[in-house]
């Protein structure tokens, strides 16, 4: 079936501009994960949604950062007033269910460069 | 701080041998325990999972599971060129249908098999 898709898959945009990025989860999975991934750092977690529950914003590393999911289904990362060290490629990954053992499946991602 | 802790490598492996990739992470409460390989420029894949302690073998792979030393590994046994690449590995405090739905990564360990 269909794996986890992103859009766009580049990005690039002048400092202080707002970008949206896309994700669009596996059919029927309910979890939906940010995390982003900057050259040469690991994996760092910016915010998981679950259903309805309210969703764990705890990575965010800014208020310039946001997210929202839609009808539990798609969900859009928006980076305001971009930044450099925003530069990043930012992953998204979806689960069959909440929490640990459900396996996280990722999708392209996409990679974000701020001039 | 949740750390995991991988051997940044690389590790360099002839063809045909077996490639042993460790892990360490420091919450004594982890619970699920993920593989993931990311080629270069790739988004990871994930390749392994396991929750409970010993053993899990999968074709060439085999995931150990150590909890009470805090430790995992990723054996790839008949190692291929084609497994060259990074692996990550991921860490989850809760287990099934927990709400802890983030995954703590490793820096990931370089692989190159040679031919």
């Known amino acids: 079936g269909a794996g986890v898709s992103q859009s766009p898959s580049n990005k690039v945009t002048e400092k202080g501009k707002d970008v949206e990025l896309r994700c669009d989860p596996i059919s029927g999975h309910t979890a939906l994960y940010w995390y982003r991934q900057s050259l040469g750092q690991g994996l760092e977690f910016l915010i998981y949604?679950?259903?309805?529950?309210?969703?764990?914003k705890s990575g965010l590393p800014s208020d310039r950062f946001s997210a929202e999911r839609t009808g539990g289904s798609v969900s859009t990362l928006t980076i305001q007033r971009t930044q450099q060290e925003d530069s990043a490629v930012y992953l998204c990954a979806s689960s069959l269910g909440p929490g640990g053992g459900y396996e996280q499946y990722f999708g392209p991602g996409t990679r974000l460069t701020v001039t | 701080q949740k750390e995991v802790e991988q051997n940044s490598g690389p590790l360099s492996v002839p063809e045909g041998a077996i490639a042993s990739l460790n892990c360490t992470y420091s919450?004594?409460?982890?619970?699920?325990f993920f593989w993931y390989r990311q080629y270069s420029g790739k988004s990871p894949e994930l390749i392994m999972f396991i929750y409970s302690n010993g053993d899990k073998e999968d074709g060439r792979f085999t995931a150990q599971l150590n909890k009470a030393s805090q430790y995992v590994s990723l054996l790839i046994r008949d190692s291929q060129p084609s497994d060259s690449a990074t692996y990550l590995c991921?860490?989850?405090?809760?287990?099934?249908?927990?709400?802890?739905?983030?995954?703590?990564f490793g820096r990931g360990t370089q692989l190159t098999v040679w031919p």
């Open positions: 949604f679950q259903g309805n529950s309210a969703p764990d």
């Open positions: 919450d004594r409460g982890s619970q699920s």
């Open positions: 991921a860490v989850n405090l809760g287990g099934r249908g927990s709400t802890l739905g983030r995954l703590y």
